[in-house]
């Protein structure tokens, strides 16, 4: 079950923008994040929630799309994402966040896939221009932003080429995304060699 989600769990970077994403549905998916693991126990991570044409059209300029297709600025019109969470972190809550908005981020997205959406984790975000458009205080670091609709675009996993791993798309737009494989991942022993 945990195997088809993750396998099923892929960047989808274009969407059927005019199917909607219901607010109750990003809510059920930040529950996820809020029982998932948190280092410390600290629940430092707070969410905005955006599932308004007006507000993703203000957040979609702030963000970066795939840095290995150099030809795409992102989405067009009418494939954007319908909905948002941004993952914020809370400086009065803690004083780092770790590697938690890593797990509910992957969380998030779990819930997602089985509820048939996909989503892209966005790292590269003009966080400034966000923050100003969001009208964030300096009590909160924007970490990621995550971008969610029902996928328009086929991505399939094939095994990595000569160690390369840059994802690309083929004549019929179908995003591939090269793996490395299991036995250059898992180290045997101490001396750093590969299975």
Sequence with gaps: ??????????????????????????EELVDLAR?????????SLKYILSTSREKNEQIFPTLAWAGYLKNWDGP?????????????GDWQVSGKFYCDHGIAAQSILLGATEKELGGCIIGSI????????LGLSKQFEILLVLALGKPKEKVVLEE?????IRYWRDDQQVHH???????????????GETR
């Design 160 to 164: 990595a080429k000569e160690k390369d």
């Design 76 to 88: 067009e019109p009418g494939e954007r994402p319908s909905a948002y969470i941004i993952i914020l």
């Design 177 to 191: 995304v090269p793996k490395r494989p299991l036995n250059e991942l898992i180290l045997n022993g101490f001396q």
């Design 126 to 133: 003009k966080k400034k221009a966000l923050g100003k458009i």
């Design 35 to 43: 029982n998932s693991a948190s280092a410390g126990n600290e629940q």
């Design 1 to 26: 079950m945990i195997r088809n989600l993750i396998l099923q769990n892929r960047s989808y970077r274009r969407f059927y923008e005019d199917v909607p994403v219901e607010m109750s549905i990003l």
